[in-house]
């Protein structure tokens, strides 16, 4: 299958290749980030590739900095997402998957979990309003042009790779450095909130098997059923590197807005697609660790 994957060198897009690639489809990445609202040059590119496949992953994906510039996370994530479909209605019969986020579930009540795709979604942050907004896009298409196009609703994702404008990689980061330097404590914001958690070589198996078995105009939970609390992360990562280490709440590290906890179903993607998960979260955690590279100041 010739496969096309925007946002392909991101921390994402490169996992996802790799396993496209293992089971033989012929991939192009692209990385637009803001470029992908360019509708003339995303036409350019499908037209040249000719996908079978389009993943469409090139967003603005970190929930704080929309709280710092919503305006250019809305004009990246929607309008992204409505080019990259534009220049797919040029290819008959692509299979274009969008993926979106669980954020856009917004601040949920304890009787409302573990949350399926058919919850109501209050959208909290700048960050989940676009992902919502660019799933509204995404299914106008199917009604409105007949493309065949899915959405995964993705919930939080870790491994080896990630930014460490992220939790677990800055978290691990600073233990590490804090280890390295003999530092008996290190800064952090809220620990408190719970999430279900997924390695992401098993959310880039999920997006490949939604695209092979799922149906046009469905969204697709990517979850393991299972949530945590940061707290429960960040003392494996610790007791990994050094346990007397000590967490102090830094108020400059807290959002705005912080959804207490999430904890999606995926049902309805296993019954679709069989996928399963299959990394447990300590491996994940592991393998973070082994891959955080010790940067001192």
Do not use: C
Request: hydrophobic share 45%; aromatic share 4%; net charge negative.
């Amino acid at each position: 299958m010739r496969a096309l994957i925007t946002g392909g060198q991101g921390f994402v897009g490169r996992h996802l290749r790799a396993h496209l690639e293992e089971l033989g489809d012929e991939v192009t990445t692209i990385d637009m980030e803001r470029d992908v609202t360019d509708v003339a040059a995303m036409k350019e590119v499908v037209e040249d590739v000719r996908p079978e496949a389009i993943y469409h992953l090139a967003a603005i994906s970190h929930v704080g900095t929309s709280w710092e510039d919503p305006r250019l996370v809305l004009h990246v994530n929607v309008l992204g997402t409505a080019s990259v479909l534009a220049a797919a209605r040029a290819i008959p019969d692509v299979t274009t998957l969008v993926v979106s986020s669980a954020e856009v579930y917004g601040v949920v009540q304890p009787a409302d979990l573990p949350l399926r795709e058919d919850a109501v979604a209050r959208p909290a942050t700048p960050y989940a309003a676009s992902k919502l907004a660019a799933e509204v896009v995404a299914l106008q298409s199917v009604r409105g042009y007949g493309q065949r196009v899915m959405v995964a609703r993705a919930f939080n994702h870790i491994g080896p790779g990630q930014s460490p404008t992220f939790f677990v990689p800055a978290m691990a980061q600073r233990i590490r450095a804090a280890h390295a330097e003999g530092r008996s404590s290190i800064p952090v914001g809220n620990l408190t909130s719970r999430r279900d958690f997924s390695d992401v070589r098993d959310v880039v198996r999920a997006y490949a098997a939604i695209v092979r078995r799922g149906t046009s105009g469905e969204i697709y939970n990517v979850a393991s059923g299972v949530d945590h609390a940061m707290s429960e992360l960040a003392e494996t990562l610790r007791d990994a590197v050094d346990p007397s280490i000590v967490f102090e709440t830094d108020p400059a590290l807290l959002r705005p807005v912080d959804i207490p906890v999430l904890r999606g179903s995926a049902e309805k993607l296993t019954a679709a697609t069989g996928w399963t998960p299959l990394i447990s979260l300590r491996e994940t955690l592991a393998d973070v660790l082994e891959a955080t590279p010790l940067t001192l100041p």
